[in-house]
């Protein structure tokens, strides 16, 4: 078992306001994090010019010497592993 660092950089960010809502409305104060477990965390404004995130994933040689990747911020099943960001309203 090791680790590595991902590092995922963003820009052209989706703006502090995007919409429409299903009421036709649009959204306000949206913000940009990684998600950790279920939580989006390191929150950047969506109007931002860019954000960076690192976070370190755990790697695992099987038996059958395939990798397998895990950690926090590590979702989905064997073979449909991914790293996810969230937006939305802080509240």
Same mark, same amino acid.
């Given at each position: 078992m090791t680790t590595? =660092? =991902? !590092? @995922?950089? %963003?820009?052209?960010?989706? /703006? #502090?306001?995007?919409?429409?809502?299903p *009421?036709?409305? /649009?959204?306000?104060? @949206?913000? =940009?994090g990684i998600v950790r477990r279920a939580d989006p965390i390191e929150l950047a404004p969506g109007d931002a010019p860019s954000a960076r995130w690192q976070l370190e994933v755990i790697v695992r040689r099987g038996d059958? %010497?395939?990798f397998d990747f895990g950690g926090p911020f590590v979702h &989905?099943?064997?073979? !449909? #592993?991914? +790293? &996810? +960001?969230?937006?939305? *309203?802080?509240?």
């Open positions: 590595m =660092v =991902v !590092e @995922i950089r %963003g820009h052209d960010l989706p /703006s #502090r306001r995007c919409g429409p809502t *009421d036709g409305g /649009s959204y306000d104060n @949206i913000h =940009v059958d %010497g395939t &989905g099943k064997r073979g !449909e #592993r991914h +790293l &996810g +960001l969230a937006l939305g *309203d802080p509240g």
